[in-house]
C-alpha cells in the first residue's frame, strides 16, 4: 500500500501553495538543514521558519517549556506544514546496544526521552497550531527500525523501541487530531539510509545511502501526495505504508 491518490481529495501541496508558513524543527540536523533549504528554494509557502537549538529562539527537545516558546514565537502565522526532524541514535556517551547485555536504564530513558517523549511535546504545542478547515500537515522523522513487525534484526534495543513508541504517539495523535482537524495530516516518515552524522558509524556497504539533499526531495514529494485519509500512518521516502 502507498500514499493514497484519492482523486476526491485536494492534494495537499496544492491546497498549500502560497499561504501560510513551512516550520521544520531540528534544522540543524542533516535531513533538518537539507528539508529547510528544499523548502526555501521551492518557494511554496509564505515563509519558512527553522527552529534549532541554535536558532532564535531555539529549542531544546527535553526542555517543554523551550517547545512552548517556539511554538509560541510564531505569533498569528499559521503553520501548513510542521515538520520534526529531530532524533537521537548515538554520541560518545552512548551507542546502540547489540545485546540485552549492554541494556542501562539511563541510556534508554535518554533515547525515549529525545525520540518519542520529545515529539510528542512537539505535537501537544505545535498541532494546535494547524489550521481548523484548511489541509495541513504535521510529520515526524520515525525510523524503520522502529517497525516491529520488519524486525528481523534484533539488537538496537533503545532506538527501536524509542521509535515504536514515537509510531504509537503520532497515530494516537492523529486520531485526536482528526477530531478537530479533519483536513489535517498527522505522519511519520521514514528517511530510509541518508548520509549524515546519525548514520556515518551504521552505513555499510551494500546499503542505499542517499545524500540528505536527495532525501529531503524525496520526503517532501512524499508529503505532497498525502491526504487526509493517509493521517496516522507510518510511510517510507518512497511513499510505501510500512508495517506497524
Ligand atoms: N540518517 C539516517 O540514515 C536516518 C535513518 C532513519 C531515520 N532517521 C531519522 O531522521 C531524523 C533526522 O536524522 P539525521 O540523520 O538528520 O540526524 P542528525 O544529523 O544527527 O540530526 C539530528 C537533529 O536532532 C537534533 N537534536 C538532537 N537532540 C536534540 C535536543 N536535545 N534538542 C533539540 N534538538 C536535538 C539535532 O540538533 P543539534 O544539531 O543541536 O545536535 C539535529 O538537529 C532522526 O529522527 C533520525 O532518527 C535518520
Known sequence: MSVSQAPSRPAASAAMIGEGVAVVIGASGGIGAALFGALRAGGGYRDVVA?????????????????RDAAASLGPAVPRLVVDATGFLHDG????????RELDPAQMARAFALNAIGPALIMKHFLPLLPVERVSIFATLSAKVGSIGD???????????????????????AIELARSRPEAICVALHPGTVATPLSAPFAKAGLEVRDADTAALELLAVLARLTPADSGGFFDHKGHALPW
Open 51 to 67: 527552529f534549532s537549538r541554535v536558532s532564535t529562539p531555539g529549542f531544546d527537545i527535553t526542555d517543554e517549556a523551550s517547545l
Open 93 to 100: 556517551k552512548q551507542r546502540p546496544e547489540k545485546s540485552w
Open 151 to 173: 524486525n528481523r534484526l534484533g539488537g538496537w534495543y533503545s532506538y527501536r523501541a524509542s521509535k515504536a513508541a514515537l509510531n504509537q504517539l503520532v497515530h494516537t495523535a
